[in-house]
C-alpha cells in the first residue's frame, strides 16, 4: 500500500509569491518560493545590499510564566530569545519543532516543580505569525523607515529581539546575522503577512531591495 501523502502547509505569502511568478518547492512540508531570479542573482544581492524572503515555515514556540528563567536554558535545536520578564520566544527548523515542543515542555514542567510556581505555558505559535527574513547591509536602513525601534547594532546586536510596532502593525524582531550579513526575522499576525510584506518592500525600494527565494536562502544560512 501507497504511503498517504502530507498535506502541504501553504504560508502567508503563498499567493504573493506566485503573483511574483515565483518556482515554488517543498521545505519540510511547507510549499514556499524557491527562486523569483537566479539563485546566485539573489544571494548576491543580499551580501550587496537588501533581500526579504517569507520564512514563515520557521518553528515559533512560546514560554510565557511568571517563574520563566531561561537564562541557563539550552535547547538542541533551538535558539532562545528573551523579550522581557517572563515572555521567551524559541525558534527552530520546520523539522525540529515536534522534538523542540517536547524539550520545552519538559523544561518548562521541572522549572516550576522546583521553584513550587504556578506551571510555565507553552505554545506552539507557528501558524499563528507569519515571518519575513531582511537582510543585507541595508537591512537597518530599510527597517528605520518602517519602526521607531533603533535597530542600530549598539541597540539590537546580533542574537536579541524586541517587540515593536512596524508600519503601524505589532511585530516581533529577532536579530540573527547570517555571518557577517545583518539579518532580522519579521514576526507578524498571520492575517498581516502579506501586508508586511508589501510594505517592507515598498520601505526597501530606495536601496534595490527584491524578493529571496529558499535556495538563496539556504547558500546564505550555510545549509546548501
Known amino acids: 500500500m501507497a504511503a498517504a501523502m502530507q498535506p502541504v ?18 521545505h519540510a512540508g511547507w510549499e514556499v ?44 535545536g533551538g535558539s532562545i530569545w528573551i523579550l522581557a520578564r517572563g515572555d521567551v520566544l524559541v525558534t527552530c527548523e520546520p523539522e525540529d519543532t515536534p522534538a523542540v515542543l ?18 510555565l505555558h ?20 530599510v527597517l528605520q523607515r518602517l519602526t521607531a525601534l533603533d535597530v542600530s547594532d549598539a541597540a539590537l546586536p546580533d542574537k536579541s529581539g524586541a517587540r515593536t510596532g512596524l508600519a503601524h502593525v505589532h511585530t516581533t524582531i529577532l536579530r540573527q546575522d547570517l555571518g557577517d550579513v545583518p539579518a532580522f526575522w519579521l514576526l507578524v499576525g498571520w492575517e498581516y503577512g502579506a ?11 530606495a536601496f534595490g531591495i ?15
Not at 502567508?12 to 517543498?26: G, H, K
Not at 527562486?35 to 520564512?55: H, I, K
Not at 505554545?123 to 537591512?139: C, E, F, K, Q, W
Not at 524578493?211 to 546548501?224: C, E, K, N, S
Request: charged share 25%; proline share 5%.
Open 9 to 26: 502547509k501553504r504560508t502567508a505569502l503563498y499567493r504573493t509569491s506566485l503573483a511574483l511568478d515565483a518556482s515554488m518547492t517543498d
Open 33 to 76: 518560493a524557491a527562486q523569483f531570479r537566479p539563485p546566485n542573482e539573489e544571494a548576491q544581492r543580499v551580501q550587496d545590499g537588501v533581500g526579504l524572503a517569507d520564512t514563515s515555515w520557521l518553528g515559533k514556540l512560546e514560554v510565557r510564566g511568571k517563574s520563566l528563567d531561561p537564562e541557563t536554558w539550552e535547547i538542541a
Open 102 to 119: 517536547r524539550e520545552l515542555q519538559d523544561r518548562a514542567a521541572a522549572d516550576s516543580e522546583a521553584a513550587s510556581a504556578p506551571r
Open 122 to 141: 507553552v505554545m506552539d505559535v507557528t501558524s499563528v505569525y507569519a515571518a519575513l527574513l531582511l537582510a543585507g547591509p541595508s537591512s537597518h536602513d
Open 195 to 205: 501586508y508586511a510584506w508589501d510594505a517592507v518592500m515598498h520601505a526597501g525600494k
Open 210 to 224: 527584491g524578493p529571496t527565494g529558499q535556495t538563496a536562502l539556504h547558500r546564505l544560512r550555510g545549509r546548501a
